[in-house]
């Protein structure tokens, strides 16, 4: 089944309003098998959102709407449709009694206006709105061997949602003209989106119009998400596996997990399982690393604790940095890096210690240091580096990805550890 989404309100088209609703709607039907075609915003206009019908039913068998359903004089859906299937609207009374009830209950007055939010096109069925005052609407046609459904859903996010799970979704999920989806997600972080790419190469003898592949770029990473559409639940965990065994082939390094996993989690069960300590001196991500590692439960068990060494006096007091590096090579170098992973290792007896020393912006960067580098400094019992990374994002958006780095860091030092330590 094909399915068109028709959201409505001029605050969309504005951008007062970010259009949740269709985000939310296009998630929900994918993952239930329905494939969305279309999605359209208009504004609070009649013919507008009469001639987007008239295209989406030129296409699609479903067509959702949400919007433009309440008692004010810029809500026009329920009018349109009614016209639009030349179904005339009556009003509904065990509705109408419902919703004074609801006033009454509230002891409020119900305005005249809202007597029209019980009328309802002849042949449509009300959609239970546990939340609010209007109903969803259903309708569904077979004329000329051609079906036409509709679902008609308030704008307001939270009584859509109600009502699309509590009366939609069942409707539709009866239904045999879906498609079986498989999802399977794998996370990646440290590279690109267009790297990655490159590093997994030409995959199209693996992908057709069963198979799918996408590129979901975040601060986090990219997620590659796979997609079966088969609906033989075995085939497609067939062909999931045989490309997830390429990509896991090409770019193995840089997946850390699967699903819905976060670096920080993943990290947290890799150094808890190996019995590890990790300890953060954090310039540029201001704790930021600690609050990631601290957001796992659990994560006493391997998290120490750390010192946000911003100033220099702190690097030098807290951490052990040495002010004549500080003077010869600046806050944010290798040497300074390397120096306050190894002080807070030495301050608090973990047995891993991470650092972040970079400029997130908007000023403090030269020719030499500009905005978007950071030093990331790794020491352990055995070993002690920095790396360099360079990132071109504004001031939040780098102390996610000096975070992210930092971490991954940690993470990559315990797998290359684990692949060369001897067999036991
Ligand atoms: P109401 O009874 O509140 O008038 P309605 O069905 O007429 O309900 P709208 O007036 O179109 O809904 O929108 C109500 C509010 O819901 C808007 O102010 C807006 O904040 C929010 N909203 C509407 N459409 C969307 C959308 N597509 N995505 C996210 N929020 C939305
Ligand atoms: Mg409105």
Redesign the pocket.
């Given at each position: 089944m094909r399915a068109h989404l028709l959201?409505?309100?001029d605050?969309?088209l504005i951008g007062q309003?970010?259009?949740?609703?269709?985000a939310w709607l296009g998630e929900q039907l994918t993952t239930r098998g329905i494939r969305v075609a279309r999605s359209v915003?208009v504004g609070?206009d009649a013919s507008t959102i009469r001639r987007e019908l008239e295209r989406a039913y030129a296409d699609a068998t479903l067509v959702v709407t949400?919007?433009?359903?309440?008692?004010?004089h810029?809500?026009l859906?329920k009018e349109v449709v009614a016209d639009y299937f030349d179904r005339p609207l009556a009003t509904d009374d065990a509705l109408l009694a419902q919703i004074r009830s609801a006033y009454d209950r509230r002891e409020r007055d119900m305005a005249e206006k809202v007597k029209d939010l019980a009328e309802v096109p002849d042949g449509f069925d009300l959609l239970d709105n546990p939340v609010?005052?209007?109903p969803g609407l259903w309708y569904q046609e077979e004329t000329g061997g051609r079906e036409r459904l509709l679902a008609v859903?308030?704008?307001?996010?939270t009584?859509?949602k109600r009502i699309a799970e509590a009366s939609l979704f069942p409707r539709l999920e009866q239904r045999s003209d879906r498609r079986t989806v498989t999802h399977r997600t794998l996370q990646t972080t440290g590279i690109g989106e267009s790297d990655l790419q490159a590093e997994i190469g030409d995959v199209s003898d693996l992908l057709d119009d069963e198979v799918h592949l996408a590129y979901l770029p975040s601060t986090s990473g990219v997620r590659l998400r796979l997609t079966s559409y088969s609906d033989r639940s075995d085939r497609a965990a067939e062909q999931l596996d045989r490309l997830e065994e390429v990509l896991r082939e090409r770019a193995g390094q840089y997946i850390f997990g699967t699903g819905t996993d976060t670096l920080e989690a993943v990290l947290g069960d890799m150094l808890r399982s190996r019995g590890l300590t990790v300890a953060t001196a954090e310039s540029a991500t201001g704790g930021y690393i600690g609050h990631r590692l601290t957001n796992v439960p659990g994560s006493s068990d391997y998290y120490l604790g750390g010192v946000v060494a911003y100033a220099n006096s702190v690097k030098v007091g807290r951490l052990g940095v040495s002010e004549a590096t500080l003077e010869a090579d600046g806050a944010v170098s290798e040497a300074v890096a390397r120096q306050m992973a190894r002080g807070v290792r030495e301050a608090t007896g973990a047995s891993i210690g991470i650092s972040t020393t970079g400029i997130a912006g908007p000023g403090g960067g030269t020719d030499e240091k500009p905005v978007g580098t950071v030093w990331i400094g790794y020491a352990d019992d055995e070993t002690e580096h920095a790396v360099r990374q360079k990132f071109l994002q504004d001031r939040m958006m780098n102390k996610d990805l000096f975070s992210t780095a930092a971490l991954d860091v940690i993470r990559r030092q315990l797998e290359r550890k684990e692949a060369s330590a001897p067999a036991p």
């Open positions: 959201t409505i309100g605050e969309l309003t970010t259009n949740t609703n269709a915003t609070d949400t919007g433009g359903l309440g008692p004010t810029d809500d859906t609010g005052t209007a859903l308030p704008g307001v996010p009584e859509m």
